[in-house]
């Protein structure tokens, strides 16, 4: 079969490779589409040693049972394998796993390519109606989904009376204040620093207000911060934004360590939230509320073809998309 294959940094090569061998309770996917994450630029970009090359990337995925008794059916991939009887599992926080795994990462091969075996426990069935391409957007809208379900617990007002800003516009942040309006947060800034990204999401996306900066968008401080970058200067101004007693949930995972003005957190009582995936109900949860048109026709994504994958991670390293996301086609 052909996949896309980190080879080292900056290097992709789309060629031939093994077909998958699905062991016992494994179906066979015939992969429809795999979006592009930012931890796949990361292992691109050689900074992340849980991706070791040569490797297949790629982790937000659709596709088609390939055979067997369930031969046909469409089903959007949740790429977390957990093991299904430690305390995080039994307790329903099964992203918390120590034995999780995922693919991207050794020892489970990506979803760039035509094929991929997955525990059937990991499959979600999607409707007919439903594009296989709109279904792979589970898996990043899920993270915005879990960080949001997160924040709203730790919340000191009900939902609707919130202000929440989010800092990044790439799928991550898109998925994140999508799903602060699908529960219930009516008011919404996007902060993108990309000029051209924020132009089409301005046209994409008119229910939300999108700025460049927090001194653009005005003087309303917010009851909640989302960092979907996770860099020193988000973090940063995260800590300086967020309202006296707010929240800020921190998915972002561009540096491990800075920015935070801990001596403000504290004498303000303000709580960081960090938050990592999501739980297999989170994505379960997402799948139905993209299904409902929850998340509305996802305009702000571009399709390009797997093949191309190469020019599509160049293209997103030097700024060129516009798009909040891009999703490879098979």
Not at 217 to 229: E, F, N, Q, R
Request: net charge negative.
């Amino acid at each position: 079969m052909k996949a896309l294959v980190y080879k080292g940094p900056k290097q992709l090569v789309y060629t031939d490779v093994n077909e998958p061998n699905p062991q016992a309770g494994e179906a066979l996917i015939d992969l429809d589409c795999s979006g592009i994450c930012g931890s796949d630029m990361h292992a691109y970009l050689g900074h992340d040693e849980r991706r070791p090359a040569p490797l297949i990337l790629g982790h937000e995925a659709a596709g088609v049972i390939r055979s067997g008794p369930e031969a046909g059916r469409r089903v959007t991939i949740n790429p977390l394998v957990s093991c299904g009887t430690c305390e995080a599992c039994v307790e329903g926080r099964d992203n918390l796993c120590p034995s999780r795994q995922i693919i991207s990462m050794p020892p489970r091969e990506g979803s760039f390519a035509e094929r991929l075996a997955m525990p059937t426990s990991n499959l979600v069935t999607v409707p007919d109606a439903v594009p296989l391409w709109h279904a792979a957007l589970t898996e990043p809208m899920a993270c915005g989904w879990h960080a949001v379900k997160l924040a709203l617990r730790l919340a000191h007002r009900a939902p609707g009376g919130m202000h929440a800003v989010v800092l990044g516009g790439g799928a991550i942040g898109i998925g994140s204040a999508l799903s602060l309006a699908a529960q219930g947060v009516r008011s919404v800034t996007v902060l993108e620093t990309n000029p051209v990204r924020l132009d089409r999401l301005r046209r994409d996306l008119p229910q939300f207000e999108f700025h460049a900066s927090f001194e653009d968008a005005g003087s309303k401080t917010p009851d909640l911060v989302i960092d979907a970058v996770g860099f020193e200067p988000t973090r940063l101004i995260a800590s300086t934004i967020v309202k006296p007693g707010g929240i800020i949930a921190h998915i972002g995972l561009g540096q491990a360590t800075g920015g935070l003005d801990i001596r403000r957190m504290t004498l303000q009582e303000i709580t960081f939230c960090g938050t990592y995936t999501y739980t297999a109900e989170d994505f379960r949860e997402t799948a139905d509320a993209i299904f409902r048109g929850a998340f509305g026709d996802f305009k702000w994504v571009e399709q390009r073809s797997l093949s191309d994958g190469a020019q599509a991670f160049a293209d997103l390293l030097d700024g060129r998309v516009d798009a909040g996301k891009i999703v490879l086609m098979t």
